[in-house]
């Protein structure tokens, strides 16, 4: 989280931000003192179903310049962070994310008399990690309760708590073309799970003539792809025949069924998602 790195560039493929992404804040509504007594190490990662609908449609009073962006932290000083850990914040209808290496918490927000808060304890998703990274979830969830003392100045965003200061800055939005996407959680019954440890993680790359190429976690396959604002229509996928473990079979075969004909797909900063119909997937890219 306090390590610079280089963002991610260009703006090609800008998508219409909302449905999609909304469904990767709806998550398990789980206090982070519970996430915080989790077993720590690897292995799949689970969440439970969400209580109920999102809170907030609409964009907080004064977070106008916030909402439909995503920031990510390139220096930190009154805190150490974890090491090789990455702060990302992302703003969307009325919502706020947060993600510093384990889990993504997320919910509604408030930005109003320079004080930048979630408004109720966030959602989060349940994975087990190292306790030093709950711990700095904890952190993280303990002072956006409590609230920053925020400031946006063009492109940057810098938060305030104490000794503690944040820097980040706005992530442009990656392209869909000629990106290395990597999948870093699937969505199912209105919740996100992190992908298990115990598979190698499904990417997905597509170039500009529409050719894909699709690694499910234990097949690989290769397509085409049409491309407009909002959607991606996938062509039947050729694929290898590998006999594959129970978790590269069942995290083969949510990928198929999602990347199969017309989907939905949204790009926020360098996070891609896409669902069909109640099912869904979230991919992290590097250029």
């Known amino acids: 989280m306090g390590h610079s790195r280089r963002l991610p560039a260009g ?139 925020a400031e946006i100045d063009g492109k940057t965003l810098t938060l305030t708590s104490g000794d503690v200061v944040i820097t980040l800055e706005i992530v442009a939005d990656s392209p869909i073309a000629d990106t290395a996407w990597t999948l870093t959680g699937t969505i199912a019954n209105e919740a996100v799970s992190g992908v298990s440890t115990d598979t190698k993680p499904p990417t997905l790359s597509i170039a500009k003539d529409g050719s894909a190429r699709v690694f499910t976690g234990c097949n690989t396959g290769s397509t085409t792809v049409e491309v407009t604002e909002t959607t991606l229509t996938f062509a039947p996928m050729a694929m290898t025949r590998m006999a594959c473990e129970d978790a590269g079979t069942m995290l083969e075969n949510q990928v198929t069924k999602v990347l199969d004909g ?21 991919y992290e890219g590097q250029a």
Request: charged share 20%; with cysteine; glycine share 14%.
């Open 11 to 149: 703006t090609e493929g800008r998508t219409r931000r909302g449905a999609a992404l909304g469904g990767v804040l709806v998550m398990a509504a789980i206090l982070l003192a519970a996430c915080g007594s989790s077993d720590s190490g690897g292995g799949a990662a689970t969440t439970t179903k969400a209580p109920g609908s999102k809170a907030g449609s609409t964009s907080p009073t004064g977070a106008d310049e916030l909402d439909g962006n995503q920031y990510v932290a390139t220096g930190i000083t009154g805190y150490e962070p974890v090491a090789d850990s990455q702060l990302t914040l992302t703003f969307e209808d009325g919502q706020m994310s947060a993600n510093a290496g384990c889990n993504t918490l997320g919910g509604a927000y408030s930005f109003e008399d320079g004080t930048l808060k979630w408004t109720d304890a966030p959602r989060a998703t349940m994975m087990a990690c190292s306790d030093e990274l709950m711990a700095q979830d904890t952190w993280l969830t303990d002072h956006f309760t409590e609230g920053f003392e």
């Open 262 to 282: 017309e989907v939905l797909y949204t790009i926020e900063g360098n996070t891609l998602t896409i669902t069909n119909g109640d099912l869904g997937l979230v």
